[in-house]
């Protein structure tokens, strides 16, 4: 009997999620999730192929061509909220006799729309490695955790599925799959470049972050000796010579940053690669020592969810932080050379105009080399999505206004659109314009590179 097919699709994100407006700024990363399942199914000896339509820039014409010359018996997607609209003419180019998939936090938090409004035959929830498999493998329905379907004109939620408590046991994203010379983030100081996740769920319950709803409460971690190995295998296969952590919560175990620094150093990697983690690692789980390990073994520059200069706004958001941490980790991070830049967000729960002017004013206050200013979505699934429903107004600008670059999406008391993109524009000025940040700033320019990076980040961020 011939093996199942599996074909698996990155949407073309480009002019939906652009950073500042801009699609050239816009990092362009390889779908993990994608290549991890790819690997599995690999693994279970399917044949497996990954259409990477983004890194691509692939026309519709060019996809529906890909899908034809596969052949697939299965297609599956991921997407966040705002890329639902590009899944549908994704779907429309599938051939009737082929099932279609969708995953990820979108999917998983708002089941019974994707399978009613979006032409999708199946959803699976939460992680989805052992998941596909079972599905690949011809396992009825019925006897699968973790998936949602229609049967009968009825939706059918089957029990959720277990997470992989043993990310070890799981092998390494199937690379080769992807045009990997087509990644870039034009921050980024060495090239080749790859991007790593090296643990999945969160035990903190932020009321505005929807990655539990997919991972997890609790933060399950790959060991130091595997993260070591997958940075190898990079560095031997590709050349790497840039990782960027995709973690949120890389640092929260100070003895497997001990152990992975220790590893690092002792085979020599520290002196092939350079890395940073550009998502929000939290400041209360940093130390001098730590940091000075870390510098040590590589890192060059660390982002701090910071989110709010207020710290009644961060009660409410139960960010479980004191701005106090916040403080110390910025002054640590100079102290080791390690570059910071601090993630703020406008429009959380309680939020006026002052409180954001707090933010504006405190990430002037501390020793950061950049900073981003988003504005709040309320994402399916989120406290703040329920409580926007309640007591606020969603606002019918469409699935592909939820991205952090939009003007906003809800009002909530006296958070508005206009509000929080106000403040946004008043920040980025306040921050980028001031004489001390500009003298920083030049004094980093070393290189013609580093002059058009810094010409280039300065365009896009103040349009």
């Not at 279970?44 to 529906?64: C, D, G, M, R, T």
């Not at 992975?260 to 940093?286: H, P, S, T």
């Amino acid at each position: 009997m011939d093996k199942k097919r599996l074909l698996l699709i990155q949407p073309n994100y480009r002019s939906v999620y652009s950073y500042a407006g801009s699609e050239t700024a816009t990092p362009i990363y390889p779908p993990l999730g994608l290549a991890y399942l790819a690997a599995v199914a690999r693994q279970q000896n399917f044949p497996v192929k990954i259409i990477e339509a983004n890194a691509l820039n692939l026309s519709y014409e060019q996809i529906k061509q890909e899908i034809l010359n596969f052949n697939p018996d299965y297609i599956a997607f991921t997407a966040s909220s705002s890329m639902m609209n590009e899944i549908d003419k994704l779907v429309d180019l599938c051939p009737k006799n082929t099932t279609t998939i969708l995953g990820g936090i979108h999917a998983s938090s708002a089941t019974e729309e994707v399978l009613t409004k979006h032409k999708i035959d199946l959803v699976v929830r939460g992680e989805g490695e052992e998941t596909i498999i079972e599905i690949l493998s011809g396992k009825p329905y019925e006897q699968i955790d973790g998936i949602s379907y229609t049967k009968n004109v009825k939706i059918i939620h089957n029990k959720d599925s277990k997470f992989i408590e043993d990310l070890d046991s799981l092998p390494f994203p199937a690379r080769d799959l992807l045009p990997m010379n087509k990644y870039f983030s034009f921050e980024a100081k060495r090239y080749p470049l790859d991007w790593i996740v090296t643990g999945r769920g969160c035990p903190y319950r932020c009321t505005f972050c929807a990655d539990f709803i997919t991972s997890g409460r609790k933060l399950r971690t790959r060991s130091a000796e595997n993260i070591v190995a997958e940075i190898q295998h990079l560095v031997d296969t590709y050349g790497t010579q840039e990782i960027d952590f995709q973690d949120d919560n890389f640092t929260l175990y100070a003895d497997r940053v001990r152990e992975f620094c220790e590893l690092m150093i002792k085979k020599g990697l520290n002196k092939k690669i350079i890395w940073k983690i550009a998502n929000g690692v939290r400041c209360d789980k940093l130390s001098l020592p730590m940091l000075k390990h870390m510098k040590k073994a590589g890192c060059y520059m660390l982002s701090l969810g910071i989110e709010s200069g207020n710290q009644e706004i961060l009660d409410k958001m139960r960010k479980a932080e004191k701005l106090e941490d916040v403080k110390n980790a910025a002054r640590w991070c100079r102290i080791a050379e390690i570059e910071t830049r601090g993630l703020f967000i406008f429009g959380n729960l309680g939020e006026n105009e002052k409180t954001m002017q707090d933010t504006i004013d405190f990430a002037k206050s501390i020793p950061l080399d950049t900073a981003t200013f988003h504005i709040m979505i309320p994402m399916p699934g989120t406290e703040l999505y329920d409580v926007v429903k309640k007591e606020g107004k969603f606002l019918d600008v469409g699935w592909e206004k939820y991205t952090a670059y939009s003007d906003g999406a809800f009002i909530h008391k006296e958070v508005t659109p206009e509000l929080m993109s106000r403040m946004q524009k008043r920040a980025y000025k306040e921050f980028y314009l001031r004489p001390s940040f500009m003298v920083r700033r030049l004094k980093r320019i070393k290189t013609l590179k580093d002059i058009k990076q810094t010409l280039k980040g300065g365009m896009e961020i103040l349009k």
